[in-house]
């Protein structure tokens, strides 16, 4: 019998971050990637020291209350944590950590890629070439929007949100930037701060969002929000559907208000929103901001450094209670 911790992995991990796991616990593997309803993530979770969830595992408060006190350590496989109740799970002893830094780059680039897919009708044109609907062109043919030389205005300068400053700066972007608190100059890298997120929304010829979800932030992006922007703008979204009112966002897509929005993210997951799909000026992608395979092994080998940490004694690098 060994006496190797057991590692509960919730679901179907990288192969590297299952042979790494499996080399140093005794691993209880979700090899079909069944997503657990709550009743089964607690009977899985009975049998186990530590876990290693996604965003798509619930440790409510509801789940923390129940959760087997031989859970010690839930270390997540994600940046964002808005899917455990931090509290609830403080109060029940139990550590979480989180993958920051690993996944800036690839975020990042999907970023980009749905700023660019948004301005440039990129949804509305591969589906016509695919249902064979090309059939003229004229110079007033599909004409998007240039962003090249604009300005982006970056809701949350993290991680993520330097990174996406960065690429956008490769494009000749004026950034612009709100943030809780102002960043030093070496991080603000010449981005324009602005303390109050209204005066950031008037200039902001392309919004990203990069804030994590809080009671604070949920919801943020309401109609009054989206009607405080240039008109024209385009609404780039790869942090949390949940920091948007959907329904303002529609109403702003179809007057007019925005030209367009890249969505990564959506407040029903998986599923997205249907009303969406009815729109040709929204570029979408299924939740893959950090889907790359590099980007997945980092991501399993940063939660394990974590609970590698946390059974030898020593404090997880990304302890958040
Ligand atoms: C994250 O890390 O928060 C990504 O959205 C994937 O869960």
Known sequence: MSDKPVLLLTRKYSANTEARASRDYQVIFNPDDTVYSSDQLLEKCAGADAVIPCHSEHFNAVVAAQLPARVKIIANHSVGVDHCDLAALKARGVVVTNTPDVLSDATAEIGMLLMLGAARRASEGDRMMRQGKWDSWSPAFMVGTQVTGKRIGIVGMGRVGQVMAKRARGMDMEVHYFNRS??????????????????????????????????????????????????????????????????????????????????????????????????????????????????????????????????AGKEPKDRLV
Do not use: Y
């Open 182 to 311: 102002r960043l030093p100059g070496d991080k603000e890298a010449g981005a324009i701060f602005h303390d109050q997120l209204d005066d950031l929304l008037a200039v902001a010829d392309v919004l990203s969002l990069h804030c994590p979800t809080t009671p604070e932030t949920t919801g943020f992006m309401t109609a009054e929000k989206f009607a405080l922007l240039p008109d024209g703008a385009i609404f780039v979204n790869t942090a949390r559907g949940a920091l948007v009112d959907e329904e303002a966002l529609v109403e702003a897509l179809r007057s007019g208000k925005l030209a367009a929005a890249g969505l990564d993210v959506f407040v029903t997951e998986p599923g997205g929103n249907p009303k969406f799909a009815t729109l040709e000026n929204i570029f979408m992608l299924p939740h893959i901001g950090s889907a790359t395979s590099q980007t997945r092994d980092a991501m399993g080998f940063r939660a394990l450094d974590n609970i590698d940490a946390f059974f």
